[in-house]
């Protein structure tokens, strides 16, 4: 991807998009429970996207992958999730609902089933829209996009 000024503004645009449908998920909704749910059906769409010829174009894969996805996906929140468990158990949990009441073990083994069906949902979309697309593309898109 050439970065260009209209791709910086395609990213923003995307980006603010995501990032405002990803804030209205929170609503009503337990923090890990909303990062759940964001993140999975974030990584089946950027999987979706990764592989549906009708989004190849700069354009398209600026706006979609990168910023709208980008922007409603919160890899950044489980990140921040799994630290902020650590220095509490480090400090002796005074939040988090105590690290989640049943145990560390328990609150750390939560994010890493929301990071494996993360990676599940990209795979299992990317394979489902590489079949009826009929688009065997890679999974990376560092070889050369495809045309429309």
Sequence with gaps: ????????GLV????A????????T???????????IVNIVGSALIGWLNSDPRFASEGKRAFWAVGFSGGF??????????SSGVIMLIQGAKS???????GPMTFFGI??????????????AHALTARL??????VSHDVEEVTE
Excluded: H
Aim: net charge negative; no cysteine; hydrophobic share 55%.
């Design 1 to 8: 991807m050439k970065i260009s000024w209209k791709t910086i």
């Design 12 to 15: 923003f645009a995307g980006g």
């Design 17 to 24: 998009l995501g990032t405002l449908l990803r804030f209205s």
């Design 26 to 36: 929170s609503w009503g909704l337990d923090e890990m429970i909303s990062v759940a």
């Design 73 to 82: 996906t919160t890899m950044s929140a489980l990140a921040l999730l799994t």
């Design 96 to 102: 988090i609902s105590d690290v989640f009441s049943s």
């Design 111 to 124: 994010l890493i089933a929301i990071f494996a069906a993360s990676l599940l949902a990209y795979w299992g």
């Design 133 to 138: 697309t009929g688009n065997e593309a890679a």
